[in-house]
């Protein structure tokens, strides 16, 4: 048998044997052979590979195809819309979560603010609407007596300027731009006490304050104006006389706390934590007739406590009345140390 080494020299071979025939297929043989297999692999991979990729693609990009329409219609004006996107929790599911949450957010805040703005519009409307009428009246009938008609002018007079006060101080708190300064709040609870006694007086309450020092950092009008609030509250919505009042304040850990608390009406428990709402008054039964308030106080009271970051608590008392818990920040020891100076 005849065996050629890839070393051998083809001529020694046809030295030996003669002519040889060295024979196999040809470049031309193979390309034919095998050049439509691969084009065919090659075309089957290629379209394999875009389709594959399209729909991976769609598949991965569908979620943020709906954030993406979330996000449309709440520029459009549309609030309402949720994406609620289901499935595993990954990075595109947390996205959407945010979103919705950022959605429902951002309509409860333009629902308040529409209330809001229904609200003051009616509250202003009525004492230019009681006005006008006072004055058509007495237009058409000269013989009316005009000491009186003055009179009430007046007080539908102060009332829409209370209001607008009430207005303005509510978003200068909202603003949050007032200087910060160190503020005692047994002082503060002291001079509110002292301003408002006359009015206890009148209305047979014991106003009592008690407690010991206790320092915040914040506006000392806004919070002059914020205790007052509170204590006025406490002595017109209180029992029709022989009522208390309790304005304690006290440290406590990082924080300071100023509790009013009063006798009076029961509560309903639902009616409370509505209370801090803009233009919220208690129910008829539970209003003092007397007292015509606009219903601004409770909201600019939780206004600037957000103002200075505390925290505003509401408890019914069980036998009647009101239990008010304000913490704000405490003091740090070093500014402590510089409101002394
Ligand atoms: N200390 C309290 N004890 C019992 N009820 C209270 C007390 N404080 C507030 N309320 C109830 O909450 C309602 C809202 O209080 P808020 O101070 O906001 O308004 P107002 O006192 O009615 O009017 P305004 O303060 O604007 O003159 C009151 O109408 C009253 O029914
Ligand atoms: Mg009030």
Redesign the pocket.
């Known amino acids: 048998m005849l065996r050629w080494l890839p070393g051998d020299d083809p001529r020694s071979l046809q030295k030996t044997f003669g002519p040889v025939i060295i024979t196999g297929p040809k470049r031309s043989d193979l390309l034919r052979g095998f050049a439509p297999a691969a084009a065919a692999a090659l075309a089957f991979l290629l379209v394999f590979g875009l389709l594959g990729g399209w729909i991976l693609a769609g598949r991965m990009l569908a979620p943020l195809t709906r954030i993406a329409y979330a996000a449309r219609m709440a520029a459009n004006g549309s609030l309402s819309h949720r994406i609620r996107m289901k499935g595993r929790q990954d990075e595109f599911r947390g996205l959407a979560d945010v979103f919705d949450t950022m959605l429902e957010q951002l309509e409860s805040h333009v629902a308040e603010q529409q209330r809001f703005a229904a609200n003051a519009s009616h509250e202003l409307r009525t004492p230019l609407a009681i006005s006008r009428t006072l004055l058509d009246a007495a237009r058409n009938d000269p013989t009316r007596d005009q000491g009186e008609l003055i009179e009430r002018l007046h007080t539908v007079n102060t009332r829409a300027i209370n209001l607008t006060e ?1 207005l303005l101080l509510l978003s200068r708190a909202d603003r949050r731009s007032f200087p910060r300064e160190p503020v005692d709040l047994s002082l503060i609870a002291e001079e509110a006490a002292e301003t408002l006694l006359p009015l206890a007086e009148k209305r047979q309450i014991t106003l009592d304050v008690t407690g010991e020092t206790t320092q915040t950092i914040g506006s000392t009008a806004l919070i002059l104006r914020m205790v007052t ?1 509170l204590v006025q ?2 002595i ?3 029992l029709p006389a022989g009522g208390t009042v309790t304005v304690h304040t006290e440290p406590q850990h990082d924080a300071s706390v100023l509790r ?1 608390e ?1 006798t ?1 009406h029961p ?1 309903p428990s639902e009616l409370v934590p509505t ?1 801090t709402e803009p233009f ?3 129910t008829e039964r ?2 003092t007739d007397e ?1 015509a ?7 600019i009271v939780h206004s600037i406590v957000r103002a200075h970051d505390g925290t505003l608590d509401l408890t019914p008392r069980p036998t009647g ?2 239990i ?1 818990t304000i913490r704000l920040p405490g003091t740090p020891p070093q500014e402590r140390g510089l409101s002394t100076c």
Do not use: K, S
């Open positions: 009430g609030n509250n406490a017109v919505h209180n009013v009063n009076g509560l209370l919220q008054r208690g539970i209003r007292h308030g606009v219903g601004l106080g409770l909201a009345g009101l008010v």
